[in-house]
């Protein structure tokens, strides 16, 4: 049974880094798509980023674009995504996300329903 399981969110103040992980067990992960999504109180849970097995294609939403990079360490199973200049906007829960051997469009890689396994989510505060 696969799981993922995130660690490393926290309060800090904008302008500041983290990095989130995500270990993963069950599986065979050399071969999955994986994905960034969070949820901010009282909206919708969006992407923010995704790294695909067909051709390592990384992608980011605008907003993230330039202050996050997601990695992954298949020898470790997990992945990561560094967060810097942190804004307040960024607050949400960060969930991380895995679908096994699909080879993904751009499109599939931001959307949630693509997604087969989640993390139970690390919350992260920004404050001003």
């Known amino acids: 049974q696969v799981q993922l399981v995130e660690s490393g969110g926290g309060l800090v103040q904008a302008g500041v880094s983290l990095r989130l992980s995500c270990a993963a067990s069950g599986g065979t992960f050399s071969t999955y798509s994986w994905g960034w999504f969070r949820q901010a109180p009282g909206k919708e849970r969006e992407f923010v980023a995704a790294n695909r097995w067909n051709g390592g294609i990384t992608d980011y939403t605008d907003s993230v674009k330039g202050r996050f990079s997601m990695s992954r360490d298949n020898a470790k199973n997990a992945v990561y995504l560094q967060m810097n200049s942190l804004k307040p906007e960024d607050t949400a829960v960060y969930y991380c996300?895995?679908?096994?051997?699909?080879?993904?469009?751009?499109?599939?890689?931001?959307?949630?329903?693509?997604?087969?396994?989640w993390g139970q989510g690390t919350q992260v505060t920004v404050s001003s």
């Open positions: 996300a895995a679908v096994a051997s699909r080879w993904l469009t751009a499109v599939q890689a931001m959307a949630s329903g693509t997604y087969h396994y």
